[in-house]
């Protein structure tokens, strides 16, 4: 049987908030058989639980994050990235501020935490949501789709224009039948351009943005030192947003996703147009009369460790 996940002991880490700027502490906690992905803000008064779901998805524009009765939290999409691939279906989240600590930008210091804390089965079967039917959603060049496939599979391609981004990779497909989420993805750091940082952080946005957490480009090339951590890591980066962003529906997904110059907004839609057609999906579990898809069984086997960043 595949079995739910969660972790075997209580994780900590502290950083700075991309947009705030300011310092944040998070504390990972196991969680028992069906609770599922919950966040909370434990900076108020009675504390705000704010539980993964598409519907509470606020803040697109630069970041995923949830809001409940005027209560956010905000760039969940690194952690909840590393939470998929890691296989974990059941964990409480405390932050005392409204985002997620950006770390280095990328998913890899959550996939440290979570390895550090140590990973334990659950004796319940795990849930995925299995889709049916193709669903889609276009938005004028942009395009997100979802079809069945079985397994997990994601095809990405951007358009920026710009020679520092142009002269990488534009385009990758990964599939867990046969690549690493630790090896291959979680490490592919969020990226920026200069003049759009410096008109966020003269806006209050980005205001914890670096080198230290991101990769910025000026007008024609990579300003980071050290360079890229892989060849086509820009696209790579939008993979690891998009593992996270479709992570919010609750399950993990046996599905092929095709996406064109997407982000946030057009994630979150995808899930609520597959949501509302309940023809279009089902929940699914596996015993050992009924074998999993190779990639499922590849990827929670996965020991790949996280390379030094």
């Not at 504390?27 to 900076?43: E, H, K, Q, S, W």
């Not at 360079?227 to 962003?245: M, N, P, Q, S, T």
């Not at 597959?274 to 996965?302: C, G, H, M, N, Y």
Request: glycine share 8%.
């Amino acid at each position: 049987m595949i079995r739910q996940r969660t972790l075997k002991s209580v994780v900590t880490a502290t950083g700075v908030g991309l947009h705030g700027g300011r310092k944040v502490n998070l504390v990972l906690r196991p969680a028992n058989v069906d609770t599922g992905i919950i966040f909370y803000r434990v900076d108020v008064k009675p504390a705000v639980e704010l539980p993964v779901d598409p519907y509470s998805v606020c803040d697109t524009r630069l970041c995923s994050g949830l809001e409940k009765n005027g209560h956010k939290v905000g760039t969940i999409e690194h952690l909840m990235s590393a939470l998929a691939g890691l296989g974990i279906d059941n964990l409480h989240i405390e932050v005392d501020a409204p985002e997620i600590p950006i770390l280095d930008g990328s998913a890899g210091p959550f996939v440290f935490l979570l390895q550090s804390a140590g990973i334990v089965e659950q004796p319940a079967p795990k849930k995925f949501l299995r889709v049916k039917k193709t669903v889609e959603y276009r938005e004028e060049d942009k395009l997100v789709r979802l079809s069945p496939y079985d397994g997990f599979r994601l095809q990405f391609s951007i358009i920026f224009n710009h020679p520092a981004v142009d002269s990488t990779s534009t385009e990758v497909e990964i599939d867990f039948a046969k690549d690493s989420y630790v090896r291959d993805v979680s490490r592919a750091r969020t990226f920026g351009f200069m003049q759009d940082v410096e008109f966020m952080q003269a806006n209050g946005l980005a205001l914890g943005g670096s080198l230290e957490n991101a990769i910025v480009v000026d007008e024609h090339r990579v300003l980071n030192a050290e360079g890229l951590r892989y060849a086509d890591e820009f696209v790579k980066h939008k993979v690891l947003d998009a593992i996270g962003d479709l992570y919010i529906c609750g399950h993990p997904l046996l599905a092929a996703y095709t996406a064109h110059k997407a982000g946030h907004a057009l994630n979150n839609r995808l899930l609520r147009i597959l949501l509302e057609d309940s023809t279009a999906w089902e929940i699914v579990s596996f015993d050992d009369k009924k074998p999993a898809p190779a990639a499922v069984v590849r990827q929670l086997a996965d020991e790949s460790p996280l390379l030094a960043f």
